[in-house]
Structure formats: C-alpha cells, structure tokens
C-alpha cells in the first residue's frame, strides 16, 4: 500500500502519514482535521489490498449513511466504481465547508435533475420531494409543493421546468452552502 500507510507503534491500526495529510490538505477542501476523521471513516470501510473501497459504500458513515437521497448523491458523486483514498476526497469534496457555493448549488441541481436532462420538471420535483419526505405527504400534497415551486420559477422563467439560472437565482438567498456543508 506504499507510503500512504503506516503503522503505529503499538500495532496494528493504520494511521495517515504527516506528509499525506499535508498533500491532501494542500489539494482539497478539507483542513487537516477533517481529512484525519474522513482517513479514520475511510480505514473502517474494509478498503482492499489496493487500498481502495466500492464508491458506494463513499457515504456509509455518520449523516450521510441516512441521508435520503444518498442513492442520488452517489449517482452523481465524481469518481471511478472504485475508490482510494484520494478518489474518496474528491468525491465529497463538494460537502466541505470551503467548496464555493456555486460548485455545491450545481451539485443541487445534479440531485434534484432525476432524468439528467438539465432541466428540473415537474416530475423531477416531484420524485426528489417525496423521496426527501417520505410517506408525511401525500401525493396531493407534494403536488402542491411541486405547484408552489414552480410558482415561484414563474417570477423568474417560463413556470413548466426550472432550468440551473433559475434554480440558482431561487437558491441565492438561501442555505444551500449549509444543506450541503454535513458535519464531518
């Protein structure tokens, strides 16, 4: 596994070397104590002997093992089917706190779009809000959501899909940085 393991004095548990710490803190969002929990998070996933993981086992820890849309997330992550631990701070560079805005409302829109045709429909909202409620709403009541949404695009674009200007420009003011800043 080269010179990204090392071992500690007392055995066996792997440990993040001084100088790779310092290179992926150099080449990503993360700070140095971000990256030694997401290092930790990493080791327990079972990497093989290449020292890689399946890039959907990426989101099996803390939030975002729960998250609901965290098949969506996946399908959108960056990053070959398999991942080392460089590929795996790619791949959630976009949650860290130091990502601009924009990266992470592109990101937004990436999730919310569930046909992939660059445009947010009505059954785009639609399946993103009831994946993200589950069984609190019904499906009248989504729909009423879904109306409201796109009532709201209505002030800025034609009101039959969102495009990303004005999922932007609907997010500017918003959290959308924090909703997509998790605890790590």
Same mark, same amino acid.
């Given at each position: ?45 079972? *990497? ?9 086992? *990426?989101?099996?820890? $803390? ?15 960056? $990053? ?37 045709? $660059? ?40 009101? *039959? ?24």
């Amino acid at each position: 596994m080269g010179g990204l393991w090392s071992q500690e004095a007392e055995g066996s548990e792997e440990v993040l070397t001084r100088d790779k710490l310092e290179e992926y803190n150099m080449a990503t969002m993360f700070d140095e104590q971000q990256i030694s929990k997401l290092w930790k998070e990493f080791c327990s996933m079972g *990497a093989d002997e290449e020292g890689t993981i399946e890039k959907r086992r *990426a989101l099996d820890f $803390g939030v975002m093992n729960v998250h609901p849309l965290k098949e969506r997330i996946l399908g959108v992550l960056e $990053g070959p089917a398999r991942l080392d631990f460089t590929g795996f701070l790619k791949a959630l560079s976009i949650f860290a706190e130091s990502t601009p805005k924009d990266d992470k409302a592109h990101f937004a829109f990436r999730l919310w779009d569930a046909d992939h045709d $660059g445009l947010l429909s009505r059954d785009d909202l639609a399946s993103t809000i009831s994946i993200i409620v589950g069984s609190s709403l019904t499906a009248s009541q989504v729909e009423n959501v879904v109306d409201a949404v796109l009532r709201e695009n209505s002030l800025y674009e034609d009101c *039959a899909a969102i495009d990303y200007d004005a999922f932007n420009k609907m997010t500017l003011d918003g959290d959308i940085h924090r909703k997509f800043t998790p605890p790590i």
